[in-house]
């Protein structure tokens, strides 16, 4: 049996008032921190709440983070307990969703085929569903973002790496054996960077968050005066230059810093032409920590996507912001719960 380990203290983020009458739990786990939250019908996120995630442990350690972030949610709201129907997960892959165990994720060394959806139930006798976390985002997104209304869904999140999710017709599509829709190994130069997955030019290794940064401080290297303002951002040095660095560089008109957000886009344009081609959605979201930043060039890729399209009416698909940010985790695990009645 898995012990609570009370060793945290979360803190809190509260909007109290009279809850209404179905209320779900959705937590998004990461390898350093789990972020809970009560979402009512509407996917507003009523109470939000942090834990430390101890992933270098033994699982019952680390499950104590889970625990204490939902534990938490309940002090804040004693209501929520009779009100809560379900608690959705978001956790690092691989996973199986289909049994809500978490297989071999890399920055969760804590858990090896760890049965996540069963302890949480046997913790709290509520009913949870576990998915990655870029399905469930996506499915957030169906249900109450921008994608509301819409059949044949891409999600992309943009960040430190690239994630996807698909949803058709209101489901996650999940392929055979739970381990479909990542699109962010989707490889379109053979010759390009490897990437952490072993493969090289996926588009993750390309215009990532990291990525970005990268090529920003290749062209450094022979940029002479034209990379001026990027290195003062930086503090100085061509090594510490980051995305927010190139973002903001960007909006204040420097060319360097335009020239690498805009063959990003450009790379991103060919990546979303074979989505186009194999899936014939009929919106892409983009979300993640990047997401703004390359909104600005929105326009852009729409513009360019017909050339990497064959699809006809590759000019009908919008290209949107999605609704969630810092939260789409949160609201992504209780989307789960939600489409699960």
């Given at each position: 049996?898995?012990?609570?380990?009370?060793?945290?203290?979360?803190?809190?983020?509260?909007?109290?008032?009279?809850?209404?009458?179905?209320?779900?739990?959705?937590?998004?786990?990461?390898?350093?921190?789990?972020?809970?939250?009560?979402?009512?019908?509407?996917?507003?996120?009523?109470?939000?709440?942090?834990?430390?995630?101890?992933?270098?442990?033994?699982?019952?350690?680390?499950?104590?983070?889970?625990?204490?972030?939902?534990?938490?949610?309940?002090?804040?709201?004693?209501?929520?307990?009779?009100a809560v129907a379900g608690i959705g997960?978001?956790?690092?892959?691989?996973?199986?969703?289909?049994?809500?165990?978490?297989?071999?994720?890399?920055?969760?060394?804590?858990?090896?085929?760890?049965?996540?959806?069963?302890?949480?139930?046997?913790?709290?006798?509520?009913?949870?569903?576990?998915?990655?976390?870029?399905?469930?985002?996506?499915?957030?997104?169906?249900?109450?973002?921008?994608?509301?209304?819409?059949?044949?869904?891409?999600?992309?999140?943009?960040?430190?790496?690239?994630?996807?999710?698909?949803?058709?017709?209101?489901?996650?599509?999940?392929?055979?054996?739970?381990?479909?829709?990542?699109?962010?190994?989707?490889?379109?130069?053979?010759?390009?960077?490897?990437?952490?997955?072993?493969?090289?030019?996926?588009?993750?290794?390309?215009?990532?968050?990291?990525?970005?940064?990268?090529?920003?401080?290749?062209?450094?290297?022979?940029?002479?005066?034209?990379?001026?303002?990027?290195?003062?951002?930086?503090?100085?040095?061509?090594?510490?230059?980051?995305?927010?660095?190139?973002?903001?560089?960007?909006?204040?008109?420097?060319?360097?810093?335009?020239?690498?957000?805009?063959?990003?886009?450009?790379?991103?344009?060919?990546?979303?032409?074979?989505?186009?081609?194999?899936?014939?959605?009929?919106?892409?979201?983009?979300?993640?920590?990047?997401?703004?930043?390359?909104?600005?060039?929105?326009?852009?890729?729409?513009?360019?996507?017909?050339?990497?399209?064959?699809?006809?009416?590759?000019?009908?698909?919008?290209?949107?912001?999605?609704?969630?940010?810092?939260?789409?985790?949160?609201?992504?695990?209780?989307?789960?719960?939600?489409?699960?009645?």
């Amino acid at each position: 049996m898995l012990l609570w380990l009370p060793a945290v203290l979360p803190c809190l983020l509260l909007e109290h008032g009279n809850l209404p009458e179905t209320m779900t739990i959705g937590v998004d786990i990461g390898g350093t921190k789990v972020a809970a939250g009560l979402v009512d019908g509407a996917g507003a996120i009523t109470a939000k709440t942090r834990a430390p995630m101890i992933s270098t442990g033994d699982a019952a350690t680390g499950f104590s983070g889970v625990r204490a972030a939902v534990e938490a949610v309940f002090a804040a709201e004693p209501g929520a307990r009779g009100a809560v129907a379900g608690i959705g997960i978001c956790a690092p892959g691989p996973l199986d969703p289909a049994s809500g165990v978490v297989l071999n994720p890399p920055n969760l060394p804590c858990w090896r085929n760890f049965p996540l959806a069963d302890e949480i139930e046997r913790a709290f006798g509520i009913p949870a569903h576990v998915d990655n976390d870029a399905n469930a985002a996506a499915l957030a997104e169906v249900l109450w973002g921008a994608a509301q209304g819409y059949r044949y869904v891409f999600y992309a999140t943009l960040g430190t790496g690239i994630g996807s999710g698909i949803v058709l017709d209101g489901r996650i599509y999940h392929g055979r054996t739970g381990s479909a829709a990542e699109g962010g190994h989707i490889v379109i130069d053979y010759n390009g960077p490897l990437c952490g997955c072993g493969k090289r030019g996926c588009i993750e290794a390309l215009c990532s968050g990291t990525a970005i940064a990268r090529r920003a401080q290749e062209k450094l290297a022979t940029a002479g005066a034209a990379g001026r303002r990027l290195i003062e951002l930086a503090g100085g040095a061509a090594a510490a230059v980051k995305t927010e660095h190139v973002g903001q560089a960007w909006r204040e008109g420097d060319p360097l810093a335009g020239g690498v957000l805009r063959e990003t886009a450009r790379l991103l344009t060919i990546w979303l032409g074979n989505v186009v081609d194999i899936l014939d959605p009929d919106v892409l979201v983009v979300g993640g920590g990047m997401a703004e930043l390359m909104s600005g060039l929105f326009p852009e890729i729409l513009a360019d996507l017909p050339q990497w399209a064959i699809n006809p009416r590759v000019r009908e698909i919008p290209l949107v912001m999605a609704r969630y940010g810092a939260d789409a985790g949160i609201a992504g695990a209780a989307a789960l719960v939600n489409a699960a009645r």
